[in-house]
C-alpha cells in the first residue's frame, strides 16, 4: 500500500531534500507540494492525503494555524522546522512527530515510521464500524445510500451526483469527504472528478474505464498508478 504525501514549506531547498526522503521510501508517493499555508488547505481539500510534511515558518499561515483550520480531517502531521519553541503546541495539536532541520534521512524514516503506524491502527478502527450503507442529504430528507448499489460518484462543484444501480442521487458534499466515508477497499478515486465502485470497473484502456452502466470515464493523471496498483493487487 502506498501512502498519499504533501510536502510544504515556503523554502525550495527544503521541500527538495524532503522529496528526495520520500522517493527512497517505496510505500511513500508524493501527491503535492506547497510554498505557503494556504496553498496547503487548497491541496488538502482537493485531494487525499495520508502524510503532510508541515513547516512551521511560512507566508500567511503558519503551519500550526494550517492544522487548527483543517481540524479533524488532517492527515498525519509532521512538523518540519528549524524552530524548537515549537515543539509542545505541535504536539498538542496532535502530530506524528516533530523533525528539527537539519534531519538525516534516519530520523525522517522513523518519523514516517510513526505516521505509517498511526494511518494503519486508524483504518484498522474504521474498517470494523464501517456499515454497509452511508445516509446523504438529498431533497431535504436523508437517504440511505447501499455501498454495493453504488456505480461511480461524479463532482458537480459544490454538489456530488451518486449514480446507483437504480437512481441518481445529488447532494451537498465534497469528494474529499466521500473519499473518508466510503470504504476505501470497495471504491477507488479515478479522477479528480469521480470516484469508482472497484468492482463495476469492466474495461480499462488508455486513460479510461469503461463501467457496468456503459458510462466511460477518464482517468486523472495523478490516479493512473494508483488505479494500476489496485488492478496489480
Same mark, same amino acid.
Given at each position: 500500500?502506498?501512502y498519499s504525501c504533501l510536502v510544504a514549506d515556503d523554502?525550495?531547498?527544503?521541500?527538495?531534500?524532503?522529496?528526495?526522503?520520500?522517493?527512497?521510501?517505496?510505500?511513500?508517493?508524493?501527491?503535492?507540494?506547497?510554498?505557503?499555508?494556504?496553498?496547503?488547505?487548497?491541496?488538502?481539500?482537493?485531494?487525499?492525503?495520508?502524510?503532510?510534511?508541515l513547516d512551521i515558518q511560512m507566508p500567511h499561515l503558519?503551519?500550526?494555524?494550517?492544522?487548527?483550520?483543517?481540524?479533524?480531517?488532517?492527515?498525519?502531521?509532521?512538523?518540519?522546522?528549524?524552530?524548537?519553541?515549537?515543539a509542545v503546541q505541535a504536539f498538542d495539536l496532535q502530530?506524528?512527530?516533530? %523533525? &528539527?532541520?537539519?534531519?538525516? +534521512?534516519? *530520523?525522517?524514516?522513523?518519523?514516517?515510521?510513526? =505516521?505509517?503506524? #498511526?494511518?494503519?491502527?486508524?483504518?484498522?478502527?474504521?474498517?470494523?464500524?464501517?456499515?454497509?450503507?452511508?445516509?446523504?442529504?438529498?431533497?431535504?430528507?436523508?437517504?440511505?445510500?447501499?455501498?454495493?448499489?453504488?456505480?461511480?460518484?461524479?463532482?458537480?462543484?459544490?454538489?456530488?451526483?451518486?449514480?446507483?444501480?437504480?437512481?441518481?442521487?445529488?447532494?451537498?458534499?465534497?469528494?474529499?469527504?466521500?473519499?473518508? %466515508? &466510503?470504504?476505501?477497499?470497495? +471504491?477507488? *478515486?479515478?479522477?479528480?472528478?469521480?470516484?469508482? =465502485?472497484?468492482? #463495476?470497473?469492466?474495461?480499462?484502456?488508455?486513460?479510461?474505464?469503461?463501467?457496468?452502466?456503459?458510462?466511460?470515464?477518464?482517468?486523472?493523471?495523478?490516479?493512473?498508478?494508483?488505479?494500476?496498483?489496485?488492478?496489480?493487487?
Open positions: 500500500m502506498k523554502e525550495k531547498l527544503a521541500r527538495e531534500l524532503i522529496k528526495d526522503y520520500l522517493a527512497q521510501v517505496d510505500q511513500l508517493e508524493l501527491k503535492a507540494e506547497c510554498k505557503d499555508g494556504v496553498e496547503v488547505i487548497k491541496a488538502l481539500q482537493d485531494q487525499k492525503i495520508d502524510i503532510l510534511f503558519k503551519g500550526t494555524e494550517v492544522v487548527k483550520s483543517v481540524g479533524d480531517k488532517l492527515p498525519a502531521v509532521i512538523f518540519t522546522t528549524a524552530y524548537d519553541q515549537y502530530a506524528v512527530d516533530y %523533525l &528539527l532541520k537539519p534531519f538525516g +534521512f534516519e *530520523r525522517f524514516l522513523a518519523a514516517v515510521n510513526k =505516521a505509517i503506524e #498511526k494511518l494503519s491502527s486508524a483504518q484498522k478502527v474504521d474498517s470494523s464500524i464501517k456499515s454497509e450503507y452511508m445516509m446523504v442529504k438529498s431533497d431535504y430528507k436523508l437517504v440511505k445510500v447501499k455501498f454495493e448499489d453504488i456505480i461511480y460518484i461524479e463532482s458537480l462543484r459544490e454538489y456530488i451526483r451518486i449514480h446507483t444501480t437504480n437512481d441518481k442521487i445529488v447532494t451537498l458534499d465534497t469528494m474529499k469527504n466521500m473519499e473518508e %466515508l &466510503l470504504p476505501a477497499n470497495l +471504491f477507488i *478515486r479515478i479522477h479528480k472528478s469521480f470516484i469508482v =465502485a472497484f468492482d #463495476k470497473i469492466k474495461a480499462l484502456h488508455g486513460n479510461q474505464i469503461d463501467i457496468d452502466d456503459n458510462t466511460v470515464i477518464p482517468i486523472g493523471r495523478s490516479y493512473k498508478n494508483g488505479l494500476m496498483e489496485r488492478f496489480s493487487d
